[in-house]
DNA sequence: CTCTCTATCTTGACAGCGTCAAGATTATCT
DNA sequence: AGATAATCTTGACGCTGTCAAGATAGAGAG
């Protein structure tokens, strides 16, 4: 559960145990141990106070490597997006040239994803962008998700598997449709006795067949 | 803009002015002044002592009728969902025996909702259903407001306006989609440029247009 | 009308929070 | 080696949610 790689970023390369006055990596530990703070505990124990203190810093250490508490989610922000980009790059390359494939399968990692992290998923689309021009990076990596999702509603359009041909549109679409689905399963707002019948999957495949012209199975 | 009724919730019936050691309404007021702050000030500004304050009463005064914040939260939310409500009514009644322009209309009201009132939205939506035995008021207007959509949908299906034949899932499939859109815009997940060619009921409307097999127009 | 009970509200206190200023420490570059 | 900049600590400020104790007032019983 604790691998290696994981605790290389979580501490400074050099010495693990011994307590230096410059952390070394502390910045990029921040942001793991916040991501930690945010599936142990839940987003309402997520302080600045309390990042710092698991990293073994003082309190307002953050404040040489952020600006204020909205950078520090900025940057979780930007780790989470991350995360997604990266499965979904693997996938593209699994299921070359077979887009509905690409659809499905980034569709359910996007449910996958919301559903192993709910509060990372919930600060990874809180709207830290709103002030675009200050956390560039996360505008950056947002764009390259949507990117990729227009990319394969581009592909499905040339298979025919939509009806309409405004790539944009679609990938809007497609994307509010998949962000909907797990935005309402994680804030709890879909009864119990909708989802006793239909698991996550299930509705998400569901909504994705409402959607093609096509019959889209799990595929799994 | 501040209208009679409002005001008349907001402060207790008797006397306006003077101030009373009991303040005869405050439940309610607490309520709409959390609103008030929520759309003047955004969800950041939001705390009890201020609420309490814009009140008129002291800062401890609010435990008297709600638990915790996420009481008073709830409180508001059970507000924002019973404002969809009315809103759904309304458009049941003047669209009726039309399930397409009844699912059109309500659907433009959910992103109209969203896009007027951003944090009450937010905050509606926001899960404090989580722990259902808490707040059932909050939780039998949830389901009402499902039961609604629901039977639009129902209606829908029986003019063959959907291929699928399981309400539910196309219920939630539906709301998600709604939703998914309306949430993605508030947290300015799309581009700037996106939105810059297409408004949000362009995009709503394509969203539905999606799913349906019939041709789903404005109708304004 | 008065007494009692209970709901409502105030005051005061507590720990935890985000943030800033001043100073200590260490890495980096000339 | 010495200066400069980056990094971290300490201490302080006001604000927050919450609780305990007490003040006030409305409601019902006699």
């Given at each position: 559960m604790l691998n290696l790689s994981k605790y290389a970023v979580l501490y400074p390369v050099k010495n693990m145990k011994q307590k230096k006055?410059?952390?070394?990596?502390?910045k990029n530990t921040l942001i793991q141990v916040g991501i930690k703070i945010l599936a142990e505990e839940g987003i309402g124990a997520l302080s600045l106070r309390k990042v710092a203190k698991n990293a073994g810093?003082?309190?307002?250490?953050p404040y040489a490597h952020f600006k204020d508490k909205r950078a520090l989610i900025a940057a979780m922000a930007t780790e989470g997006h991350t995360r997604i980009y990266e499965k979904n790059s693997e996938i593209i390359e699994v299921f070359a040239d077979m887009p509905l494939q690409q659809l499905v399968k980034t569709a359910c990692a996007y449910l996958d994803f919301g559903m192993d992290n709910p509060d990372l998923f919930r600060i990874t689309f809180s709207g830290v962008v709103e002030r675009e021009r200050d956390y560039p990076a996360l505008v950056e990596i947002t764009q390259k998700n949507f990117e990729i999702l227009r990319e394969i509603a581009l592909r499905c359009q040339a298979e025919g598997i939509f009806d309409a041909d405004d790539a944009d549109l679609l990938a809007v679409s497609l994307w509010g449709t998949v962000h909907g689905l797990v935005s309402l399963i994680l804030q709890g707002q879909i009864s119990g006795e909708v989802l006793a019948h239909n698991s996550p999957r299930k509705l998400l495949l569901f909504s994705l067949n409402q959607m093609t012209r096509v019959e889209v199975g799990a595929g799994l």
């Open positions: 006055y410059h952390h070394g990596n502390l810093v003082s309190h307002a250490a």
